[in-house]
């Protein structure tokens, strides 16, 4: 039976300079859906609980990837167990997308029903890494069983009321978000008995950048969508400049992090920086939010969302960019003053008229591209 199925790799057996699988990409594409549901999902009913039910859904999908992911990237390989098992996790992710728009409004017993499903399958994936990984079993063994207390939050959570539903719905993904802090010292051991080095292998790095170029182009889409039939020259000038600000967006992303190595002292940093990665992604779809608002009505409290938001983005990069080069001798000075400067010009922009504002966000991210490829020549 093992033999037609197939085993999952263990730990110590990476693949050297391994590249993105079809299989892996192929499962990226659902969350093309996941954030178009949401992003609809939140302009429809706009309010605050709404992004609250929002933020909480993207973490949860969201959660669901990384585990996946990281599976994937330490013991994945072309076996017919880990064909089904990612196809599996995209039907799942495309059924619970399909109750989005049901949870934002505050209903979330179907959605929970889905992710009771994704973490049974969780834990049963590193069940099945603990039976054939004895290095990694350990380790394995604590992530699945935290994954079936969150499993027994979940169900818990399907008799309470709206708000006690909520709150166990937090606490079971804290937990996921926070298995590594129970398995730490397991995987301390394990990395000294196989002298392996701490790192976000640079396909995963590649899979972050992917998901992150599925939640631009999500932008792209969206206003695609609101600006139909909206021919005049104003609009398409808006148009034309909110497509520019997502391509200079993703062109810093790609100079910024797309040559970089990670390595870390431990698992922990490891794992956190895996967070910023998605942190980046969450705030990219707030971005898109605050786009389509922005072309509604261009207020200046909305002004001033849309361009902290773009700094965010910017700070998130630059402090991945930070980790990787911790080492090396950085001029802080000269960093600072530069990122003091594209805040001070973004906040002045806000007050500009939405022409003016996106002509000169524009003109602030093209800068900072070529600050960015000034500073890597001389490096």
């Given amino acids: 039976m093992f033999d037609f199925w197939g085993r999952p790799r263990t730990i110590d057996q990476p693949i050297r300079d391994r590249k993105i699988s079809w299989l892996e990409l192929f499962y990226d594409l659902i ?3 996941v954030l178009a549901r949401l992003t609809d999902g939140v302009l429809a009913n706009w309010s605050w609980s709404t992004l609250g039910a929002a933020t909480l859904l993207f973490w949860w999908f969201f959660w669901g990837w990384n585990e996946t ?32 728009d049901e949870a934002l409004r505050g209903h979330f017993n179907k959605i929970t029903l889905v992710l009771m499903s994704i973490e049974l399958l969780a834990a ?18 604590v992530w699945a069983n935290v994954h079936l207390v969150a499993l027994a939050l979940l169900g818990l959570s399907l008799f309470l009321p709206h708000w006690g539903q909520l709150g166990l719905l937090v606490l079971a993904l804290l937990l996921n978000w926070g298995d590594i802090f129970f398995t730490n010292p397991n995987l301390e051991r394990e990395y000294q008995q ?10 995963l790095i590649e899979r972050y950048g992917l998901l992150t170029m599925i ?23 808006t148009f034309s400049l909110s497509i520019v600000l997502v391509a200079l967006i993703s062109g810093s992303y790609y100079q910024i992090i797309g040559e970089l190595h990670l390595r870390f002292s431990s698992s922990i940093r490891a794992l956190a920086t895996g967070w910023l990665f998605i942190g980046e992604i969450f705030l990219i779809f707030l971005l898109g939010l605050s786009l389509h608002f922005l072309l509604e009505r261009a207020t200046l409290a909305i002004k001033l969302i849309f361009v902290g938001l773009i700094f965010a983005t910017l700070m998130v990069m630059w402090l991945i960019e930070l980790i990787a080069e911790w080492r090396q001798s950085l001029q802080w000075g000269a960093a600072l003053r530069f990122k003091g400067m594209v805040l001070f010009a973004l906040v002045l922009a806000a007050w500009l008229p939405r022409l003016g504002l996106l002509v000169v966000t ?9 600050h960015g490829r000034r500073r890597i020549k001389r490096a």
């Avoid at 196989?194 to 396909?203: N, R």
């Fill in 31 to 33: 969350f093309a859906v």
């Fill in 215 to 237: 939640a631009l182009g999500e932008i792209i889409a969206g206003l695609s969508t609101a600006l139909a039939g909206k021919d005049s020259g104003s609009e398409i000038l």
């Fill in 362 to 370: 524009d003109l602030v991210l093209a800068l900072v591209i070529i």
């Fill in 194 to 203: 196989t002298e392996m080095v701490h790192q976000l292998k640079d396909s």
């Fill in 124 to 141: 049963g994936i590193w069940y099945w890494v603990a039976y054939f990984d004895p290095i990694h079993r350990a380790a394995s063994t």
């Fill in 69 to 100: 992911s990281s599976y994937f990237d330490n013991h994945g390989n072309g076996a017919p167990l880990n064909v089904v098992m990612i196809n599996l996790q995209m039907i799942l992710t495309g059924i619970g997308a399909l109750f989005i």
